[in-house]
């Protein structure tokens, strides 16, 4: 069941789009505005609205790791801007200036795609700021985007119904006609599916549109070269456009917002309507499923974003791993770390995982050096992409099990910080960890890769405080138990 539990009414215009990271929800508005949301508790950061765009803001998202904020708006811009404090860490500017509708992150967060309403598509490397590749659509404005989980490709939808498939060289390897009317929004779900006689693996992709309709896509794992676009099913039900579409973290349900004003959830399995709320009094605009909690935001032209929730083993059924709690990885079977690789889009590790007994226990302990020496993963890219992962797996075990605030944990260690420092680029990390990091001539940003305007390091007094009041509370309560 899902259950209405906050809405938030602080913009003074329509609500164009919502983006969930793991601890904040962001929102854009045609009020010129981006506004940030703690998910303790829904109360607007302190350093919340973010002002700079000087037209209507029509698209937000976070990176990957939650550290940036991408926008953009009509006034031809995509904003970059640190998540930890609100400042603006870039201007990129779409080439004829044309207004920028849609942008989005790569999976590993070294390219931003930015889309326009002449047809203009731009990818940017984050770390330089620099436009790396362009191109454009055949006809129509790119009002749609989203990239495959393991960032070899990405979608764009056109507003004259095109879905167009591209590669992370910006070459254009497919192309169709999806919504006779125009597309209006893509999402990939994050799980791998299987189809075909040779049980062939695919990523299964959604999209929407003007023509009332919801169809789902398989594009297929295999030689990218040859890729396309397969017809899966349509999935019914709105009366009126479908403005919006989104897949659950867990690939199991389909989100849709419409000019009927109703928010539709699928299951994506039977293709069946599990819930269809109507809160909004006006246009949905925008629907977003919380990565780590079974939260859902809803946005309208009724200025208001929606908050709801869903019962966790509800939203969770028939994941496998995700209705664990995450302390469990570690008893997670071969197989299971089998199945977390496919969706983390390494599927190729498999085999190297299997032969070499790797279960959940094994996992957690991988370095470095044994992916390299013990597994043999050849390529440093591919390397650092596995144990960036486990680094995410670990952190999670590690705040679950501790009950660490995050902001507690030093983001180069993920350990409690006993010697807080603030960098330049606005964030705490332990001095040791940080004096490392420059030591090794580091002169970018841990956390942004952005380069660092200083290398001096203050000491965080109020967050050493926060900590030591937050071990005393440990400590009581410890004694009490």
């Known amino acids: 069941m899902a259950k209405l539990i906050h809405t938030l009414a602080d913009h003074s215009d329509d609500v164009n789009y919502c983006a969930f990271s793991s601890s904040c929800l962001a929102t854009c508005s045609l009020d010129k505005t981006i506004r940030l949301y703690s998910l303790n508790n829904f109360t607007e950061l302190p350093y919340s609205p973010l002002k700079g765009h000087t037209y209507a803001v029509h698209c937000c998202c976070f990176s990957p790791s939650g550290h940036i904020l991408a926008s953009c708006s009509t006034d031809g811009t995509t904003m970059l801007w640190n998540t930890h404090n609100g ?32 047809g203009s598509i731009v990818l ?21 985007c989203a990239f495959s989980p393991n960032g070899n490709l990405f979608v764009t939808g056109s507003s004259c119904g095109d879905l167009t498939i591209w590669d992370d060289k910006m070459r254009c390897l497919y192309n169709e006609k999806g919504h006779d009317l125009g597309v209006t929004c893509c999402d990939f779900s994050s799980q791998a599916v ?18 009332n309709q919801i169809k789902l896509w398989l594009i297929s794992l295999a030689d990218l070269l040859g890729c396309e676009l397969k017809y899966e099913c349509t999935l019914n039900g709105h009366s009126a456009p479908v403005l919006a579409c989104a897949f659950s973290y867990d690939g199991q349900m389909l989100v849709s917002g419409s000019v009927d004003k109703s928010i539709m959830i699928h299951d994506t399995k039977t293709g069946s309507i599990l819930h269809t709320l109507t809160q909004h009094t006006r246009y949905v605009t925008t629907c977003a499923f919380a990565p780590d909690i079974p939260l859902l935001a809803t946005g309208s032209m009724d200025k208001t974003v929606n ?11 028939g994941s496998g791993l995700e209705d664990e709690p995450k302390m469990s990885i570690e008893n997670w079977s071969e197989e299971e770390v089998s199945v977390w690789l496919c969706a983390q889009g390494l599927k190729d590790l498999v085999g190297i995982f299997k032969m070499n007994n790797i279960d959940g226990k094994e996992l957690l302990s991988l370095t470095k050096h044994s992916l390299s020496n013990d597994l043999k993963i050849e390529s440093l890219g591919l390397r650092s992409k596995v144990f960036r992962k486990i680094e995410e797996l670990r952190s999670k075990v ?3 099990s501790l009950g660490i605030p995050d902001e507690f944990l030093c983001p180069i260690t993920r350990e409690l910080m006993e010697e807080p420092v603030i960098a330049a680029d606005g964030y705490s990390y332990e001095k040791e960890a940080m004096e490392n990091w420059i030591s090794k001539k580091r002169r970018s940003s841990p956390m942004t890769n952005l380069p660092l305007q200083s290398l001096i390091l203050t000491p965080n007094r109020t967050l050493k405080m926060a900590i030591n009041r937050w071990l005393e509370t440990q400590q009581k309560y410890n004694e009490t138990t």
Do not use: T
């Open 398 to 400: 590690d705040s679950v």
């Open 87 to 118: 400042q603006r860490l870039a201007v990129l500017k779409q080439p004829r200036g044309s207004p920028v509708r849609v942008c989005r992150f790569s999976p590993d967060s070294a390219y931003l795609v930015s889309g326009a309403a002449d």
């Open 307 to 317: 908050i709801w929730q869903f019962d966790p083993k509800q939203h969770f059924a």
């Open 124 to 144: 940017w490397n984050v770390q330089s700021l620099k436009l790396y590749r362009s191109g454009s659509v055949k006809d129509g404005s790119l009002v749609a």
């Open 194 to 211: 299987s189809g075909g006689e040779q049980g062939s693996r695919y990523f299964r992709m959604a999209s929407c549109g003007q023509d």
